[in-house]
């Protein structure tokens, strides 16, 4: 996707260095990138922890989670080795000032083109770490700041970390990474959509009824109930994922692949996002909390059993929103969001399902027509994309079936699929920010949740009930049939 090149050489220093994103995710994807001779001749990276390690135990520790995290077909001794020794780790306390000459220095004694510090932290760290590094003068117009989510808890903690971060760097050197945006399968969209001259005449209000862009996972919340609990579902996935999903599926074809032109279509999209007043949250979202169950045959605790949870929890585990955008090409046609946990399978996908025929000559004793036609867009795990229509049954008779066109990514090309941070670092350091977040997206995005957010605070019926391993509350089902739709699954 992006024109822009590797820049010579370059600094990538990793605050949180000996924690799960950097040691599962982060330098696993840059070996890969090294691994696939992605990386210039000479990159550096700089790890910063408070652990008191020296270089070697570093080393130790993330060679062993790699080993863990990386494939074993992509894992050769050889080529980790020779990654490591890029890679260097600092004891620094990311709050005392004092500590930032020993990176200073650091960096010095490897002056590149571009410096990129990757806040791997939590939020409240980002402000005295962007202050702290401004001191030392790394915000300079060759320096860059990634930022992790959660971005904000509501609209005014988001717009407090916009401004401690916006004091010292500018818009164009902060990057937000929601790592939905890297997915192979979420840049296929853009392809599908403006690559081909097939869909665009039927991709508006005319042909399509309704969308539906689901996010399902099996896992529970595991070991992170302190976060989730003051998190749920509408924070961490609708804010943020499902949105931009929404973005890619309603936006208007952006001038061209440059940053600016497909964020300001985005942008668009949100601004036109229909806002809830306190009688549609009720009536157009629902949410619910998974009771014990079975996932796959074996028994899984309820979230209320859930490690760190308080028994009178009323924190979201699924949500369902029926959003609209009132715009030209959209106005009437619901978009159905739908994220949980404990659900039966893990599933990301998109379906967008248009209208029946105008008018029915097939009778429907012959099958005709209880479904209409439809395209399945499968991002995750198994990506397809399938398109169902109706065909002949053979026979001497008239009787139609719904069959489908179907295009299993996995099976059509058969070459390694990139992890989504592998291209979202390498588009750091590309300096393309088209995959990142920009400022006034996150604000919106926070603007359209946070009706929803306190209606659900003031709200004391709390979230409904459902039991593990299956597709959330009943009401998630009647959020449709209320229009005369049905979840995909359902059909
Ligand atoms: C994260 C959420 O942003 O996305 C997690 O915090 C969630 O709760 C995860 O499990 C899902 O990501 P993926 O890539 O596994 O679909």
């Given at each position: 996707m992006s024109p822009h090149s590797i820049p010579e050489s370059f600094n990538l220093v990793f605050f949180?260095?000996?924690?799960d994103l950097v040691t599962r995710k982060l330098l696993p994807a840059m070996y890969q990138c090294h691994k696939n001779g992605q990386l210039p001749g000479k990159p550096n990276f700089i790890s910063l922890g408070?652990?008191?390690?020296d270089r070697d135990q570093y080393l130790a520790m993330v060679t062993e989670k790699a080993k863990q995290f990386l494939p074993g077909a992509d894992w050769s001794d050889a080529v980790w080795a020779d990654f490591c020794a890029h890679l260097s780790y600092y004891r620094i306390d990311a709050e005392i000032p004092g500590e930032y000459a020993i990176l200073k220095n650091a960096l010095e004694q490897a002056p590149a083109e571009a410096n990129i510090f990757f806040l791997?932290?939590?939020?409240?760290l980002f402000a005295p770490i962007c202050t702290h590094l401004a001191g030392q003068g790394l915000n300079s117009p060759n320096c860059r700041v990634v930022l992790e989510k959660p971005?904000?808890?509501d609209l005014a903690s988001s717009n407090a970390i916009t401004a401690d971060v916006g004091r010292h760097y500018q818009e164009k050197q902060v990057y937000r990474i929601d790592h939905y945006l890297g997915k192979e399968s979420v840049q296929n969209l853009m392809a599908l959509r403006f690559g081909n001259a097939l869909f665009e005449p039927l991709w508006r209000r005319m042909w399509i009824s309704n969308v539906q862009i689901t996010i399902a996972?099996?896992?529970?919340i595991g070991t992170r109930g302190g976060f989730y609990e003051g998190t749920g579902a509408l924070r961490d996935m609708v804010q943020n994922h499902l949105l931009q999903l929404l973005c890619f599926v309603a936006m208007e074809p952006p001038a061209s692949l440059d940053s600016e032109a497909v964020r300001d279509e985005k942008i668009k999209v949100l601004q036109c996002l229909v806002p809830f007043a306190r009688e549609d949250v009720m009536s157009k979202t629902v949410r619910g909390q998974y009771r014990s169950g079975a996932i796959a045959g074996q028994p899984v605790a309820g979230y209320l059993d859930e490690q760190g949870i308080p028994p009178d929890s009323r924190t979201e585990t699924f949500v369902a929103i029926k959003a609209e955008i009132a715009n030209?090409?959209?106005?009437?046609v619901p978009f159905y969001l739908r994220t949980g946990k404990r659900l039966p399978e893990r599933v990301a996908e998109i379906v967008i399902n248009f209208h029946a025929v105008p008018h029915q000559i097939f009778p429907l004793s012959a099958g005709a027509s209880a479904t209409p036609c439809k395209l399945e867009i499968r991002l995750q795990p198994n990506e397809y994309i399938r398109l169902y229509f109706y065909v002949k049954t053979p026979g001497d008779k008239m009787e139609l079936q719904q069959v489908y066109l179907d295009l299993d990514f996995a099976a059509y090309f058969k070459v390694r699929r990139e992890e989504a941070y592998e291209r979202l670092l390498l588009d750091i350091i590309r300096g393309n920010q088209a995959l990142f977040v920009r400022q006034d997206e996150l604000e919106q995005a926070w603007r359209w949740v946070e009706p929803i957010l306190d209606t659900w605070e003031s709200d004391r019926s709390g979230p409904k009930q459902y039991t593990a391993g299956t597709w959330g509350p009943s009401a998630s089902s009647a959020l449709l049939l209320q229009d005369g739709f049905r979840w995909h699954e359902e059909d």
């Open positions: 949180g260095g000996t924690g408070r652990h008191d390690y791997s932290v939590a939020p409240s971005l904000g808890y996972e099996e896992v529970g030209w090409r959209w106005a009437g």
